[in-house]
């Protein structure tokens, strides 16, 4: 199986502030890499596929990069409805599998 | 408008059965690839199984032989069948779909409001 490790776990971050959440594949996946944000209560939002597309509907200062095994979700202002928890998932095989998630609070 | 609307949870005790269901509107789910994922109280996400449109079914390795995932095209719904449940199935189940049909990997970006699950005796 591959595993996906998220870093950091929490970020405490304010209002305007640049936020860079880290996801790492233990084998490489090319670009078969999605984010999703998710609010308490909510189903998970996808944000990003293939790396770096960004969802029709989502606001342009999210976006990802990278390729292989490191990859990065970077939200470049933060604003007060991005405070969630970030979930990568690779889609290369199967089981697919997410990241154990990123919580972005409010410093 | 695409929507996806989950049923079937509830309290179940250990070793015994459930089948959720996904009603779907908005699409044909027999056209779709669609996935059930979970998400145990306070923890990540789990990916559970999918079926592609051609009827191929894939499952995660810890829930082979024990879920079924079906769908029923006359009723535009998909259903998990899950079966000999034991306290670690203990999670909201949400259905999803991959409108890309696979074209980025298995990628979710339409989702159910979940239905939770609870094995307990």
């Known amino acids: 199986d591959i595993q996906m490790t998220q870093s950091p776990s929490s970020v405490s971050a304010s209002v305007g502030d640049r936020v860079t959440i880290t996801c790492q594949a233990s084998q490489g996946i090319s670009s078969w890499l999605a984010w999703y944000q998710q609010k308490p209560g909510k189903a998970p939002k996808l944000l990003i596929y293939a790396a770096s597309s960004l969802q029709s509907g989502v606001p342009s200062r999210f976006s990802g990069s990278g390729s292989g095994t490191d990859f990065t979700l970077t939200i470049s202002s933060l604003q007060p409805e991005d405070f969630a928890t970030y979930y990568c998932?690779?889609?290369?095989?199967?089981?697919?599998?997410f990241g154990g998630g990123t919580k972005v609070e409010i410093k | 408008e695409v929507q996806l609307v989950e049923s079937g949870g509830g309290l179940v005790q250990p070793g015994g059965s459930l089948r959720l269901s996904c009603a779907a509107s908005g699409f044909t789910v027999s056209s779709s690839y669609m996935s059930w994922v979970r998400q145990a109280p306070g923890k990540g996400l789990e990916w559970v199984s999918v079926i592609y449109s051609g009827g191929r079914a894939y499952y995660a390795d810890s829930e082979k032989g024990r879920v079924t995932i079906s769908r029923d095209n006359s009723k535009n719904t998909l259903y998990l069948q899950m079966n000999s449940l034991g306290a670690e199935d203990t999670a909201v189940y949400y259905c999803?779909?991959?409108?890309?049909?696979?074209?980025?990997?298995?990628?979710?970006?339409?989702w159910g409001q979940g239905t939770l699950v609870t094995v307990s005796s």
């Open positions: 999803a779909r991959d409108s890309f049909s696979g074209s980025y990997g298995i990628v979710f970006d339409y």
């Open positions: 998932q690779q889609a290369k095989s199967f089981p697919l599998t």
